[in-house]
């Protein structure tokens, strides 16, 4: 069993900066693929972004492309997501999501495709 535990999110000004990281605890040795998804009120579950263990290929969203980054420590089994230029259409509930599995770059933004979640963590982007 993997638990996943985001960091907290928080105000954000539009153009802000903003780190997330995600700590897993369990198993995380056997953890292949980590991503982060997000959830804005009213709309559906949206991937933002994926990262494999080995390779560590990456995989955005095209409206985050440029702005945020993603990262792995996978020593200590953290998950980071680096946010830059942030701007309102981000604020969202951030979610971090792991899978044992490693996915082409074409699978890693399914979210049926990750069998661990975090709890989430708030992001609002607000002047």
């Known amino acids: 069993q993997v638990e996943l535990v985001e960091s907290a999110g928080g105000l954000v000004q539009p153009g802000g900066s903003l780190r997330l990281s995600c700590e897993a605890s369990?198993?995380?040795?056997?953890?292949?693929?980590m991503a982060w998804f997000r959830q804005a009120p009213g709309k559906e579950r949206e991937f933002v972004a994926a990262?494999?263990?080995?390779?560590?290929?990456?995989s955005y969203l095209n409206s985050v492309k440029g702005r945020f980054t993603i990262s792995r420590d996978n020593v200590k089994g953290t998950l980071y997501l680096q946010m830059s230029n942030l701007g309102h259409e981000d604020t969202a509930v951030y979610y971090c999501?792991?899978?044992?599995?490693?996915?082409?770059?074409?699978?890693?933004?399914?979210?049926?495709?990750?069998?661990?979640w975090g709890q989430g963590t708030q992001v609002t982007v607000s002047s």
């Open positions: 369990g198993r995380p040795s056997s953890i292949s693929t």
């Open positions: 999501a792991e899978t044992s599995r490693n996915w082409i770059l074409s699978a890693m933004s399914r979210a049926d495709g990750y069998d661990y």
């Open positions: 990262i494999r263990r080995g390779d560590r290929k990456t």
